[in-house]
Protein backbone atom coordinates (compact mmCIF):
# COMPACT_ATOMS: atom_id res chain seq x y z
CA UNK A 1 0.00 0.00 0.00
CA UNK A 2 1.41 2.93 -0.85
CA UNK A 3 1.96 5.79 2.16
CA UNK A 4 2.56 9.01 2.28
CA UNK A 5 2.92 11.07 5.21
CA UNK A 6 4.46 14.95 5.48
CA UNK A 7 5.51 16.20 8.78
CA UNK A 8 7.41 19.92 9.87
CA UNK A 9 4.78 22.11 9.01
CA UNK A 10 3.53 24.85 11.94
CA UNK A 11 3.27 28.35 12.43
CA UNK A 12 5.83 31.02 11.79
CA UNK A 13 6.02 34.36 11.12
CA UNK A 14 6.77 35.95 7.83
CA UNK A 15 10.27 35.79 6.88
CA UNK A 16 10.56 32.28 8.93
CA UNK A 17 11.52 29.12 7.66
CA UNK A 18 9.95 25.39 7.84
CA UNK A 19 11.77 22.67 6.85
CA UNK A 20 8.82 19.36 5.88
CA UNK A 21 9.54 15.97 5.31
CA UNK A 22 7.88 13.09 3.60
CA UNK A 23 7.79 9.27 4.26
CA UNK A 24 6.71 7.13 1.70
CA UNK A 25 6.78 3.18 1.24
CA UNK A 26 4.58 1.09 -0.69
CA UNK A 27 5.80 1.83 -4.08
CA UNK A 28 9.81 2.15 -5.57
CA UNK A 29 10.50 5.77 -4.22
CA UNK A 30 13.99 5.98 -5.89
CA UNK A 31 12.18 4.88 -9.08
CA UNK A 32 9.82 8.16 -9.51
CA UNK A 33 9.45 11.79 -9.95
CA UNK A 34 8.35 13.28 -6.92
CA UNK A 35 6.95 16.26 -5.62
CA UNK A 36 5.19 18.86 -3.22
CA UNK A 37 2.02 20.37 -3.66
CA UNK A 38 0.19 22.53 -1.97
CA UNK A 39 -3.26 24.20 -1.14
CA UNK A 40 -4.90 26.92 0.36
CA UNK A 41 -8.43 27.39 1.65
CA UNK A 42 -11.02 27.95 -0.96
CA UNK A 43 -7.86 27.48 -3.61
CA UNK A 44 -7.05 24.20 -5.98
CA UNK A 45 -4.23 22.49 -5.38
CA UNK A 46 -0.78 23.68 -6.49
CA UNK A 47 2.75 22.59 -7.77
CA UNK A 48 5.27 23.37 -5.82
CA UNK A 49 8.15 21.78 -6.63
CA UNK A 50 9.51 18.94 -8.74
CA UNK A 51 12.83 16.49 -8.50
CA UNK A 52 13.56 13.70 -10.43
CA UNK A 53 14.19 10.09 -9.40
CA UNK A 54 17.73 10.93 -8.01
CA UNK A 55 17.50 14.42 -7.27
CA UNK A 56 20.14 16.04 -9.98
CA UNK A 57 16.84 18.05 -11.43
CA UNK A 58 14.53 20.08 -10.01
CA UNK A 59 11.68 22.81 -10.48
CA UNK A 60 10.18 25.41 -8.93
CA UNK A 61 6.91 27.48 -9.11
CA UNK A 62 7.75 31.04 -9.67
CA UNK A 63 6.04 31.87 -6.55
CA UNK A 64 8.34 29.98 -4.31
CA UNK A 65 11.30 30.06 -6.35
CA UNK A 66 15.09 31.44 -4.60
CA UNK A 67 13.50 30.88 -1.11
CA UNK A 68 12.14 26.83 -1.11
CA UNK A 69 14.68 23.89 -1.87
CA UNK A 70 13.05 20.30 -2.94
CA UNK A 71 15.60 17.64 -2.28
CA UNK A 72 15.52 13.56 -1.52
CA UNK A 73 17.51 10.75 0.14
CA UNK A 74 16.33 7.81 -1.40
CA UNK A 75 18.42 5.46 0.61
CA UNK A 76 16.00 6.99 3.36
CA UNK A 77 12.65 6.97 0.95
CA UNK A 78 12.16 10.52 2.21
CA UNK A 79 11.72 14.21 0.55
CA UNK A 80 12.38 16.86 2.08
CA UNK A 81 11.15 20.69 1.09
CA UNK A 82 13.00 23.62 2.91
CA UNK A 83 11.28 26.66 2.96
CA UNK A 84 12.93 29.88 3.63
CA UNK A 85 11.90 33.36 3.71
CA UNK A 86 8.04 32.60 4.00
CA UNK A 87 5.37 34.61 3.19
CA UNK A 88 1.90 34.76 4.24
CA UNK A 89 0.82 33.69 0.67
CA UNK A 90 2.80 30.61 1.56
CA UNK A 91 0.32 29.61 4.25
CA UNK A 92 -1.53 25.99 2.98
CA UNK A 93 -1.46 22.65 4.17
CA UNK A 94 1.91 21.11 1.95
CA UNK A 95 1.90 17.25 0.37
CA UNK A 96 3.85 15.33 -1.37
CA UNK A 97 3.25 12.87 -4.41
CA UNK A 98 4.45 11.49 -7.14
CA UNK A 99 5.21 13.80 -9.68
CA UNK A 100 2.64 12.36 -12.26
CA UNK A 101 -0.13 11.08 -10.78
CA UNK A 102 -3.68 9.83 -11.83
CA UNK A 103 -7.14 9.56 -10.55
CA UNK A 104 -6.85 6.70 -8.24
CA UNK A 105 -3.70 8.78 -6.36
CA UNK A 106 -2.96 7.62 -2.67
CA UNK A 107 -2.62 11.62 -0.64
CA UNK A 108 -1.61 11.16 3.03
CA UNK A 109 -2.92 14.30 5.52
CA UNK A 110 -0.64 16.77 4.58
CA UNK A 111 1.04 18.65 7.13
CA UNK A 112 -0.22 22.47 7.71
CA UNK A 113 1.93 25.30 7.17
CA UNK A 114 0.72 29.05 8.54
CA UNK A 115 2.44 32.21 7.80
CA UNK A 116 0.83 34.96 10.22
CA UNK A 117 0.81 38.20 8.96
Known amino acids: QVQLVESGGGVVQPGGSLRLSCAASGFFFSSVDMAWYRQAPGKERELVAT????????NYADSVKGRFTISRDNAKNTMYLQMNSLKPDDTAVYYCNLRVYGPRASWGQGTQVTVSS
Open 51 to 58: IRTAGRIT
